[in-house]
């Protein structure tokens, strides 16, 4: 997504601090704590505009979401939107995939969702793909067993090198659909790219993982 | 595939016995012996008019090939076409898919290649689709520990239910491609229908499942 960078955009988003958690590091282990209450916790990583995690949100009001963003002019919109609509249980994190593991203990998360990750097209970029390898291995760690990472995307070879790597891996998959547009789940939650996509006839690809631990 | 059916061809197609393997339940387990030496066994369900297979038998001649087709006016062209080549390596059986647990001794096989099936759209047929896990279970009977069944499809529907189902029974898949003809393998054989679809731009779908006993 192409954003106008703005200045002055770090100092305003942390002013946002009722649905910003300015310090996850802190909340490690604890956000159970922090929510208040039991309910499952799912994580957006890369949540852009936010259209697909605040539908869940409203959607299911016993389930805590969080959605992780690195770019603060997105983040920020989101932020607004989310408390234009008056959604409690979805907060937001201003942090780098890279580091899921400083902001969530073993187990922690009951689901992960990936919409529309930056494909990172080279070769030699494959290691900074959400779906490589080594983020599965972390995925894997902060996920209780048995636990899904839901993926959706519209890049073909994206989603091809993600087949390969959950196998590989050895994370079993299901729902696995090439045409989420004609043969995706009743109640798919469309992101603000797969409106985009999906209008203009583009094969939208989607699968869920099961962690093998 | 269309094929007009012709009188007196299953009169025919039992000349061709140098080919033509008449009883395989009496190979039951014997295969090596039957092609006197020992080297591994793939098997091609559903081989059409042949052109992966004897591709592939005249380049591995370390390999012995067995080509399954149950239509004979198909499967007598084939045998001509691998007699004028002069192939030695590739038997044929006239014989369905559904009983292999009859011609086949457990871990008798080192790879089966399964190429453009039949799709069997409708729901109600799925169980007759070569992919499903009932073929699947059976599969894993006949072939080593860690063998493969090789898949390749131009039917988007059948390449996602088999994606589905070789995970679903714990099958890890690997070199799964969504655009054989961009992306797949360099030594590619390609069969009759592949040379057609390929030609008028369609993709072409290919995974590699390794079996999990």
Known sequence: ????????????????????????????????????????????????????????AKKNPKINYIALEKIEEVLIKTIMT???????????????????????????????????????????????????SNFLNKYQEILKPRAKVEFKTDNQLLFEFSLNEFSKEGWKME?????????????NIQTEYETKFSGLGMPIYRLEAINPK
Chains 1, 2 share one sequence.
């Not at 408390?83 to 890279?98: D, H, P, Q, S, Y």
């Not at 729902?175 to 109640?187: A, F, H, K, Q, T």
């Open 175 to 187: 729902n696995i659909c090439l045409d989420v547009g004609n043969r995706g789940p009743e109640d």
């Open 1 to 56: 997504m192409r954003i106008r960078r703005k200045k002055g955009t770090k100092e305003k988003i942390v002013l946002h601090d009722d649905l910003l958690v300015l310090e996850p590091e802190q909340m490690l282990g604890k956000w159970h704590e922090f929510f208040g209450n039991d309910y499952p916790i799912y994580l957006e990583v890369g949540t852009g505009f936010g259209q697909f995690i605040r539908g869940q």
């Open 82 to 132: 989310t408390k234009e609509e008056g959604i409690t249980n979805l907060r937001f994190l201003w942090f780098n995939a890279n580091q899921l593991e400083l902001i969530f203990a073993e187990n922690e998360l009951d689901k992960i969702y990936l919409n529309f990750s930056d494909p990172w097209p080279k070769n030699k970029t494959a290691k900074r793909r959400l779906t490589h």
